[in-house]
């Protein structure tokens, strides 16, 4: 055991798996924003936030392009569902909505049939 040599090979650089990674961390808070886990006023204390606008200052303008599309990728994954990034008052508000909907759709399409039928 002592005599084994373990081989650990990436088709990717570092600097590869940190705009990746970078990019996936954008994509929540641009999703947490949007669906109301948390508010744009809330951006300018958020220490996550500080850290990627340390993070992006410093990458070059090759990075930072590369970096908008993969934030374009993982937000279109993202925002596939909404509930995962809202409040659990806001998916109470989500889900009473849908039920509603749902109830008013069921009454709208039996009340003429009944009417129909009588």
Known sequence: ??????IVTRQETFNDLAVRELAEGRSACICSIQFGRCKKEDCNTCSINKQ????YRQMSDYDKQRLAKYISE?????????Q???TYRGLCL???KWCVIA??????LVLPLAMMGG
Do not use: A, G, Q
Request: charged share 15%; net charge positive; glycine share 0%.
């Open 52 to 55: 990627y606008n340390n993070c």
């Open 74 to 82: 993982n937000y279109i994954r993202d925002s596939v569902s909404p």
């Open 84 to 86: 995962k990034w809202m």
């Open 1 to 6: 055991m002592k005599n084994e040599l373990n």
């Open 94 to 96: 989500n889900t009473i």
């Open 103 to 108: 109830l008013l759709s069921f009454v709208l």
